[in-house]
């Protein structure tokens, strides 16, 4: 049986990497592919999810922090570091373990879910908490990325993309072409840029015929692409998208020009319904950010702007396990207790 050696393995050949130089991997990439007849059901499309919550720390940032970390190594080891809003500490802070290198994080005071903290801490990180939020840490982790003792492992970094593009690699080989329309959430901008490099080289390498549009979704409080300037103060319940000055800017709208795409914003409250359904009704938990797509692609479509018949690919980007608080909001955990017997297990599901 083929065993997934890790993406840097599988798409060497797309990646800049040179035989002989260290790989760091857990194994990232190879991520599910769901189609989803409830999804396709309500739009009227071929809708399958993209579930890189399936990725070894439970996000798409691992198919960046392969590449990056691995160049880090190769490079002969720094300190690794990164703002973040969660997920990209996790998995900067996975893979440094992994190498053998220091970690150190920047996060937003307050704003991080608990998940994810957890992740940081038990692999090791150094923690900072920032009086303000992600565009603040970026800034400065910008700077201290210029010292020579310091790795920057930020989307910043450009193996970050190189790395997240492959997700485009796995989708072409998972469809046999591209599809119409790739749906995914907006934050700081790196990996809708990701996929659009990757779409493009693929085809032109011969593995595709065509490329998507590419659809962003970003949260209303928190969506400068919609707004076309930088947001100051960013809010949004998704917190890993609660992002107002995203680096990417420019190869962001470009993605979504060049595609002719387009990248709107979704309410909190949109993106907490597709939280719930896509859980209840395609069995995938995801965190609030990634419900983003899901949430774009179901207002595009009560718009009426989903093209009968068309496979769209919403990129579910990160695990609902990270962030339990928020899917269950005021939902209590107190299922009804019985004593150990068949009979009052049948009587409480009322199997009489
Ligand atoms: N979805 C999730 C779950 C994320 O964690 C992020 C970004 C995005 C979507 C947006 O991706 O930034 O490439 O546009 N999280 C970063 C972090 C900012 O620090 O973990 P993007």
Redesign the pocket.
């Known amino acids: 049986a083929h065993q997934w050696r890790g993406l840097i393995a599988e798409y060497a050949e797309h990646l800049p990497i040179e035989p002989g130089e260290p790989v760091i991997t857990l194994g990232e990439g190879g991520t599910p592919l769901v189609a989803s007849a409830a999804l396709s059901e309500r739009t009227g499309a071929r809708v399958h999810l993209k579930v890189e919550g399936a990725n070894p720390t439970g996000?798409?940032?691992d198919r960046g922090m392969t590449m990056a970390v691995s160049k880090v190594a190769a490079a002969g080891g720094a300190l690794v570091l990164?703002?973040?809003?969660?997920?990209?500490?996790?998995?900067a802070a996975a893979y440094a373990a992994h190498a053998g290198l220091p970690c150190a994080v920047v996060l937003p005071a307050g704003k991080i879910a608990a998940g994810?903290l957890a992740q940081a801490i038990v692999h090791g990180a150094t923690l900072v908490s920032l009086e303000g939020n992600?565009d603040d840490g970026l800034r400065v982790v910008r700077e201290l990325g210029q010292r020579p003792d310091v790795a920057l492992v930020?989307?910043v970094n450009p193996y970050r993309l190189q790395g997240?593009k492959t997700a485009a690699f796995e989708i072409v080989d998972a469809l046999g072409d591209a599809p119409d329309i790739h749906v995914?959430?907006?934050?700081?901008?790196?990996?809708?840029?990701?996929y659009w490099m990757g779409y493009r080289e693929y085809a032109v390498a011969g593995h595709a015929t065509r490329t998507p549009r590419m659809w962003g979704v970003q949260a209303d409080g928190a969506a400068p692409f919609v707004k076309g300037e930088p947001v100051e103060n960013p809010e949004t319940i998704?917190t890993?998208?609660r992002?107002g000055n995203?680096a990417?800017w420019s190869l962001?709208t470009a993605a979504r020009d060049e595609s002719g795409g387009r990248i709107d914003a979704v309410s909190d409250a949109e993106i907490l319904d597709a939280q719930a359904l896509i859980a209840r009704e395609v069995g995938v938990f995801v965190?609030p950010?990634?419900a983003?797509s899901v949430a774009g692609l179901l207002a595009r479509a009560a718009a009426g702007e989903v093209p009968a018949g068309a496979t769209i690919v919403c990129t579910v980007?990160?695990n609902g396990l990270k962030d339990t608080a928020t899917a269950l909001g005021e939902t209590p955990i107190d299922p009804v207790v019985v004593p150990p017997t068949t009979a009052a297990v049948a009587d409480a599901l009322r199997l009489v």
């Open positions: 996000s798409f940032k990164c703002a973040s809003t969660g997920n990209t500490s996790a998995s994810k992600f930020n989307s997240q995914l959430p907006v934050g700081n901008a790196g990996n809708i840029s990701a998704a890993a998208i992002i995203p990417s962001a965190e950010a990634s983003a980007t990160g």
